[in-house]
């Protein structure tokens, strides 16, 4: 239970720790086994796997994320990394206590010593690793090699986290980026209001070839000078850190080739013109509209020579981020899930016309509402279509922990990882999915889409999630630094809604809405129209088809409509309720009619079991948070208290689900 609402600092030493506690050693480990398991003595790939870290680097919604605060954590990744290796050293210098090994150890020592505890002390990943190796050469040559793969495997930790521990990512709205370009351009003169009164050819003109030296000062907008002094300091802690300590920039909402360009201009304006851009510069497609006008997107930029030359210079690599819980919160599950694929598959396309190698990064939460599920089953299902360079996913919130909390945890689910993106190039058959089988995902999804859109624009959708469901008190949890919702605008719309508070709301009533909703409509429609069969056919033969169709049950198999029972009842938001239940029992029959099953999740009986086992013991807490939310509604004498009891229950609920949020 938080007092307070953590700060942006605050949640990152929440995860710093973990990671010194767990990952540190679970990753050295975990290569250690892949490389005894290759059995191939030089193999050689540190980057196998790779830490990103958005904690103090994610300022999208959240303006407590400052330039100051992304600092101070890169300050934190790499003093705790020095004291990881600090400590390390200790334990193998007890081992080698070998005379000629003595000075080259201890001097490194003291070195790791006096960077773990002042900031400002920085080492060099050359004045690490070259000692070690200078340690491992003596070993050998003079000492028959004792201790060796104890010592191999610290220099294998070395060269996976270097100096920087995890990359920390930048990321930002592409609105706030256009209100500081903006401003920029007023105060040169390119504009007198608006970008609006330039041409598109202006604009880009503008962009790549004018030069502009930006002042944090000559603005007062805190937005303007923030962005200017945080992409103006990148450079500095890059020197810092290490280029891999923060190499990637991020642009949340971007639909169009100037949620790009405007980031790649402020880089130029902001003290990188002189030479090159060492980030990736990475649009964020997460609407349905985004994910439609991606391909346009990439084309345009791609044929411009200024950023062309720029992802040449990037090792010919574009990564391309989707975004999971927005697209499911404006598309519905199955159209999100299916728009996101193909979004995979053009951009693919267009990446390798352009000798371009594509990289996606998947923003995933949590439940199959926010991308999540069986991670495994679903890299394993995607097509032969899509660009199988690298897997990049993040993990949020208390998946950290249920799924990645311990060492043989993360050893666990990132060895599925591996095994997952391996799958395609090594198995002899090429997942694809055929013409008609797409015609058909594509009618099915456009069914279920056009049943969640009727259900958006409900009357009763926005005034239910917030009268009816704990929605605003998930700022009062102080879970996170994040407010609630983006903006300030006094009428809660759906678009200013956090994806974590939407779904986690439809969680806590265990209706578990935007997982399942559209699919029963879907696929009754087709029983209708004697179809039945195609489908039938098209969940055996279409892994990815069937991949969504389980991760559906696994949303299913967590409501319980009887918990909200009572709103049937109520007045206003009776009829609503009404079409909730109606929907989640169509759906319930309709995929267990797909799958032959007689229950949701039958052949998954773990899975199953712990799904049950956890909603069983969390039940009378949500009992009392409904209980507590009645009460609240009827303006009882004791709404303060009863405002606490929803709160605190909050906590349970979500660590007892695992991955509700």
Not at 193 to 210: G, K
Not at 247 to 275: H, Q
Not at 430 to 442: F, H
Not at 513 to 532: N, W
């Amino acid at each position: 239970m938080n007092s307070k609402k953590p700060t942006p600092l605050d949640e990152a030493k929440n995860i710093i720790h973990t990671l010194r506690h767990v990952y540190y050693d679970a990753i050295g480990e975990m290569y250690t086994h892949i490389k005894s398991s290759v059995g191939n003595a030089q193999f050689d790939n540190h980057d196998i796997v790779k830490l990103g870290f958005w904690p103090g680097g994610d300022r999208d919604g959240n303006p407590f994320v400052t330039a100051s605060i992304t600092k101070e954590v890169m300050n934190e990744l790499r003093v705790t990394l020095m004291k990881c290796y600090y400590n390390e050293l200790k334990e193998l210098q007890r081992k080698l206590s070998f005379k000629e090994i003595l000075e080259p150890i201890t001097n490194l020592r003291s070195t790791l010593y006096e960077a773990m505890f002042d900031a400002t002390v920085h080492v060099a990943y050359q004045d690490i690793i070259e000692p070690l190796i200078h340690i491992r050469q003596l070993l050998v040559a003079n000492y028959h090699g004792l201790y060796l793969k104890d010592l191999d495997l610290f220099i294998d930790k070395v060269k996976i986290f270097k100096t920087h521990f995890a990359t920390i990512d930048i990321r930002q709205d592409h609105s706030m980026h256009t209100v500081v370009m903006q401003a920029v351009l007023k105060k040169y003169g390119y504009i007198k209001e608006s970008i609006e009164e330039l041409t598109q050819q202006q604009l880009i003109d503008i962009l790549l070839q004018e030069s502009i030296s930006l002042d944090p000062k000559d603005y007062e907008e805190d937005i303007v000078k923030d962005t200017i002094v945080n992409i103006s300091q990148l450079s500095t802690i890059q020197e810092n850190n290490g280029e891999q300590g923060c190499n990637r920039y991020i642009i949340s909402n971007s639909e169009d080739v100037y949620s790009v360009l405007y980031v790649f201009a402020l880089f130029r304006w902001c003290g990188w013109e002189n030479r090159d851009i060492t980030f990736d510069i990475i649009p964020l497609f997460e609407t349905m509209k985004g994910m439609d006008d991606s391909r346009a997107t990439m084309e345009q930029l791609f044929e411009l020579e200024a950023y062309r030359k720029h992802v040449a210079f990037r090792n010919h690599k574009q990564t391309i981020m989707l975004g999971f819980s927005d697209g499911t919160k404006d598309g519905g599950y199955l159209k999100a899930n299916w728009s996101i694929l193909k979004t995979k598959e053009t951009l693919s396309e267009v990446c390798s016309q352009h000798d371009v190698a594509a990289i996606f990064f998947d923003g995933r939460g949590g439940p199959p509402a926010r991308g999540g599920g069986k991670t495994h089953r679903f890299y394993a299902a995607q097509t032969s279509k899509v660009a199988n360079n690298e897997i990049q996913l993040t993990i949020q919130g208390q998946t950290i922990t249920s799924t990645y909390g311990t060492k043989e945890q993360f050893k666990h689910n990132s060895e599925q990882l591996l095994t997952a993106g391996l799958s395609n190039s090594i198995l002899d058959k090429e997942i694809t999915i055929s013409q008609d089988s797409r015609l058909l995902i594509e009618e099915l999804s456009e069914l279920s889409f056009k049943k969640y859109d009727a259900l958006k624009h409900h009357d009763k959708f926005m005034p239910y999630l917030e009268n009816m469901s704990t929605l605003k008190y998930y700022t009062k949890a102080n879970i996170g630094s994040r407010p609630g919702k983006r903006g300030h605008k006094a009428k809660l719309e759906l678009t200013d809604l956090r994806a974590i508070s939407f779904v986690g709301s439809w969680s806590q009533l265990k209706q578990n809405v935007p997982g399942y909703f559209g699919i029963g409509t879907a696929l009754q429609t087709m029983q209708q129209q004697d179809r039945f069969n195609e489908v039938k056919q098209l969940y055996n033969d279409v892994p990815f088809f069937k991949a969504l169709m389980l991760n559906s049950m696994m949303s299913l198999s967590k409501c319980y409509f009887e918990l909200t029972s009572y709103m049937k009842e109520n007045e206003e938001y009776g009829a609503f309720w009404q079409i909730l239940e109606d929907e989640y029992l169509l759906s319930k029959r309709m995929l267990l009619e797909l799958s032959g099953m007689e229950i949701l999740m039958e052949k998954e009986t773990i899975s199953r079991e712990s799904i049950k086992i956890r909603e069983n013991i969390v039940l009378p807490l949500l009992v009392i948070q409904q209980y507590a939310l009645q009460m609240i509604a009827q303006h009882n004498e004791h709404q303060p208290q009863y405002e606490k009891i929803v709160t605190r229950s909050l906590y349970g609920n979500i660590n007892a689900s695992r991955n509700s949020a």
